[in-house]
């Protein structure tokens, strides 16, 4: 089972920054929050992770609390293409390689509006 | 950069037929992992490969059976196909595990199969 909780769904106007808030108050020390979306029925595409300090990269920010219960992501400047399921995953270490798996819970749609 | 390559990309089959998708790993990636997506639903996990061996296993169909070969690319074949087999099939690839499970997992375009 998916061990975080995201809205169903969010509206953001064009050009303003997105907030898309996740739970996982079950996290373990070790595994890592990842988020992923998915466009139109293509393949999960990584946007950012983090352990326990905030990230950011070319395509979002990611904000974790002290406590790690929960983590939100930033789209700093919302465009019509960033219309899309968004997934928060926390990282399950599993296999007996410790490969990792992904567990994909409900996610939340984001509708960016012009 | 190169991505994870799937194909084929669509695939149409009967049912209980049987059917054989690929996928082509990120170059030293060596852990594969494989989804399944049906209409309207999240993706689940199926299976994962480290280094040519099932480190992993999900709600795999016993029907279904896959493997990753010594250049690290894998196959997934499912047997006697059903109607409910009709879904998205993706692959996913990342680096290996002592490399840091805070590697991402980078998906393909996947592989639209429909059963009639």
């Known amino acids: 089972d998916a061990k975080t909780t995201q809205p169903p769904s969010m509206d953001c106007a064009e050009g303003r920054a997105a907030n898309l808030p996740c739970n996982h108050s079950t996290i373990s020390g070790n595994e890592y929050v990842y988020w992923y979306r998915q466009i139109h029925s293509q393949g999960p595409q990584y946007i950012i992770h983090g352990l326990k300090n905030n990230e950011t990269n070319e395509m979002a920010s990611l904000i974790i609390t002290e406590d790690r219960k929960s983590s939100t992501l930033i789209l700093p400047h919302a465009t019509l293409r960033d219309t899309a399921v968004y997934y928060c995953?926390?990282?399950?270490?599993?296999?007996?390689?410790?490969?990792?798996?992904?567990?994909f819970g409900q996610g939340t749609t984001l509708q960016v509006k012009p | 950069a190169a991505g994870v390559i799937q194909s084929p990309r669509h695939l149409i089959k009967e049912k209980r037929e049987t059917a054989t998708l690929k996928c082509y790993p990120i170059?030293?990636?060596?852990?594969v992992y494989w989804y399944q997506q049906g209409p309207g639903q999240d993706p689940q996990f199926l299976i994962s490969f480290y280094e040519k061996m099932q480190s992993d296993k999900g709600s795999i169909p016993d029907r279904f059976s896959a493997q990753q070969f010594s250049d690290y690319h894998s196959e997934l074949n499912m047997s006697s196909l059903e109607l409910g087999d009709s879904a998205l099939y993706f692959c996913?690839?990342?680096?290996?595990?002592?490399?840091?499970?805070?590697?991402?997992?980078?998906f393909g375009n996947g592989t639209r199969l429909t059963v009639t």
């Open positions: 995953i926390v990282r399950v270490l599993s296999g007996s390689s410790n490969t990792g798996k992904l567990i």
């Open positions: 996913a690839s990342s680096p290996e595990p002592h490399e840091g499970w805070g590697s991402p997992l980078h």
């Open positions: 170059p030293r990636h060596d852990t």
